[in-house]
């Protein structure tokens, strides 16, 4: 019972947003002959480690302000619902931060070598992601409280995941790979839209005032069409620059992707909103993953 009720706490269905980009970026790597097994296990690992991180950080951090509360919609918090205590999670949030940390300086040390120069860069955004993980909503001035986390899900899980993955098996930055990272970094900012979409009125009521809350609902729709047409506009100008035709598997992703987005637009019911939150995720997921399956296969046409 108590682990499953950690496990819950860990919240699955938001994994895949962190291994997303680490796929993708891996991929774009072997793409131009990169690829390393040691760095794609390592990074996989700090990135599940960040976002488990993330999510019980914002277990405590919104049970602490107030968020959560029987008003709100999706699966019950651990620390809402009674099944963990707070101070338990915030022994977890220590653990895995240092667990982060450990896996993301084994990471350096693979890839990096004495690359001095990259060690400093990569330990500064490695820093700042553990923080970025942390004070979401936890702290005094927790940035997702006023609206800054669609900007921190886009670098993280967009241009340093992509980018940053891609450096650490290659040691070099191609121009044509920010368009894909940009792609998956606009796809988790809607995956986070939507979540905050749905849970835009108690968020208005407790003094969370993230993106959604202060466009309105309408615009927060609106903004969200935005994000999921950039992604694959992006997604497919990078497919067409770098005549990796099977590329074009990303498009299997599309149409759910937009139908998804259309009833975003058009739904008013948080449960159904719930719903998409997962299949966007999923989505997601499938978005980076065809990409990625297409450029292997360009490698070796069948």
């Known amino acids: 019972m108590v682990i499953s009720t950690w496990i819950e706490a860990m919240r699955l269905r938001t994994l895949p947003l962190a291994t997303a980009s680490i796929i993708l970026g891996s991929a774009l790597a072997a793409y131009h002959h990169g690829f390393k097994t040691s760095v794609f296990i390592l990074a996989m690992s700090t990135a599940l480690l960040l976002q488990i991180l993330s999510n019980f950080a914002n277990d405590y ?16 918090r651990a620390i809402q619902s009674g099944a963990l205590s707070a101070a338990s999670v915030k022994k977890a ?7 982060a940390m450990v896996s993301g300086l084994a990471l350096l040390t693979v890839s990096l070598g004495e690359n001095w120069r990259a060690w400093a860069c990569f330990i500064g955004l490695g820093v700042a992601a553990v923080i ?17 986390g669609d900007v921190s899900v886009f670098l993280f899980f967009g241009l340093l995941g992509v980018a940053g993955s891609y450096y ?3 040691g070099a930055l191609e121009r044509s790979v920010w368009l894909p990272a940009i792609a998956s970094g606009l796809l988790s900012a809607a995956v986070l839209n939507i979540n905050n979409i749905r849970d835009l009125e108690p968020d208005k009521a ?25 992604a694959l ?4 100008i990078f497919v067409s620059e770098v005549h ?23 739904s008013q019911d948080p449960k159904i ?23 292997l296969i360009s490698m070796h046409p069948l």
């Open 93 to 99: 949030v220590i653990i895995c931060a240092i667990l």
């Open 233 to 236: 506009v992006a997604f497919v």
């Open 244 to 266: 990796g035709y099977a590329g074009y598997l990303v498009l299997l992703a599309a149409i759910p992707l937009v139908k998804s987005g259309w009833t975003v637009y058009r």
């Open 273 to 295: 909103l719930d719903g998409l939150l997962k299949t966007t995720a999923k989505l997601s997921l499938l978005a980076n993953v065809t990409l990625s399956v297409g450029l």
């Open 61 to 76: 951090g919104d049970a602490v302000h107030g968020t959560d509360n029987e008003t709100r919609v999706g699966p019950a």
């Open 168 to 170: 650490l098996h290659t």
């Open 132 to 148: 970025a993980a942390i004070t979401y909503t936890m702290g005094k001035m927790p940035y997702g409280y006023r609206g800054f």
């Open 206 to 230: 407790a003094g969370k005032n993230t993106l959604a809350v202060r466009l309105g609902a309408h615009l927060a729709r609106i903004y969200h069409q935005l994000l999921v047409v950039g």
